[in-house]
């Protein structure tokens, strides 16, 4: 492993044969104008590498009259807040440049897979037989979808702790908002895997007979988690409708309790207002037992409405 002082740059090399692979993290513009001048790489891929928000895609070698292809991914942020649900936010670019004998790795962060894989790799390649470039290639892409995976499963879980709290299965309480946050992320990961997808897709039909293995491998590792993204965004979607449903039922049952208050309470306000007016000719005014029998006359109303809604059910 040789690591260089003038910029962030690993290369790994394989002792048996001329084949490297060199890992560049935060390059600047003209550092990435060497390495392309170094690995005769096309301008506008270079190009590619220093905007953040490029999304995945595949270039051949046959598109640009290259002896290289060009792929660029993303990846889940190890260290995203809580609360990133953009693609920016959220993940991480990695373009790949790999040629017969080399593979280059342009990233603006430390990775911490990429870390990883250069450990392995350099115990690895010592002994490596014939050349290592797609099953290296497959190693890089294989991690990158795996960042997904554990995205998927954190969400899971959070969203296994939410349907609980929704169900009032546990005494805890939840924001909705949690929710949203949830489906949004899921959403983003799963519009990414798409997009890998369509470039994997590429990547398989150019592939060659040594290394369609390692492709068709590839192909249904993200067609499991592109499923997986599926599965969440749509249980998040359903866990969305039950809440609404379960706060429409709150609602309706506290409009309920309201309606039936008032029904029990507007007569014996009707009553109270009749002999509230105070009219001059009111023969009940005078009458000694008017006060009990105007109570009497409430408690009658009450108690008809309290049988009328027992026969409808509605207590």
């Known amino acids: 492993m040789i690591a260089s002082k003038a910029m962030k740059r690993t290369e790994i090399e394989h002792k048996g044969s001329t084949f490297r692979w060199i890992d560049v993290t935060d390059p600047g513009p003209g550092e990435l104008s060497g390495i392309a001048s170094e ?20 270039e ?8 290289y292809s060009f792929l660029m991914v993303r990846v889940v942020q190890e260290d995203a807040a809580p609360k990133a649900d953009t693609i920016l936010e959220l993940t991480r670019k990695i373009a790949m440049f790999f040629g017969e004998n080399f593979i280059l790795t342009v990233h ?27 099953h290296l290639l497959y190693d890089l892409l294989s991690e990158s979808f795996e960042t997904f995976d554990r995205e998927f499963e954190r969400s899971e879980t959070e969203r296994d702790e939410l349907e609980l709290a929704i169900l009032d299965l546990r005494p805890k ?16 990961c799963r519009r990414i895997l798409r997009m890998s997808g369509e470039a994997v897709s590429r990547l398989t039909r150019d592939s060659t007979a040594s290394s369609r293995i390692y492709a068709s491998d590839l192909r249904d590792d ?23 449903s379960l706060e429409s039922q709150r609602s309706n049952e506290v409009m309920k309790f309201l309606a039936i208050f008032s029904a029990f309470f507007f007569p014996l306000t009707l009553i109270v207002g009749i002999y509230g007016m105070n009219f001059k000719h009111m023969p009940e005014l005078d009458l000694e037992w008017g006060y009990p029998a105007a109570l009497g006359l409430m408690a009658l109303t009450s108690f008809w409405i309290w049988i009328w809604f027992k026969k409808k059910r509605w207590l």
Request: hydrophobic letters at 35%; a positive charge; aromatic letters at 10%.
């Open 173 to 188: 309480r939840y924001e909705i908002r949690i929710l949203y946050r949830l489906k949004r992320r899921a959403a983003v």
């Open 108 to 134: 603006r962060k430390e990775i911490g897979f990429l870390d990883a894989l250069k450990t392995k790799w350099s115990a690895r390649l010592s002994s490596y037989q014939g050349n290592p470039r797609d």
């Open 222 to 244: 993200l067609e499991n988690t592109l499923q997986y993204s599926e599965d969440l965004v749509e249980g998040l979607n359903q866990l969305l409708g039950i809440h609404h």
């Open 60 to 67: 051949s070698a046959a598109e640009f009259n290259r002896d």
């Open 39 to 58: 690995l005769s790489l096309h301008a506008t891929q270079i190009q590619d590498c220093l905007e953040p928000f490029h999304l995945p895609k595949y």
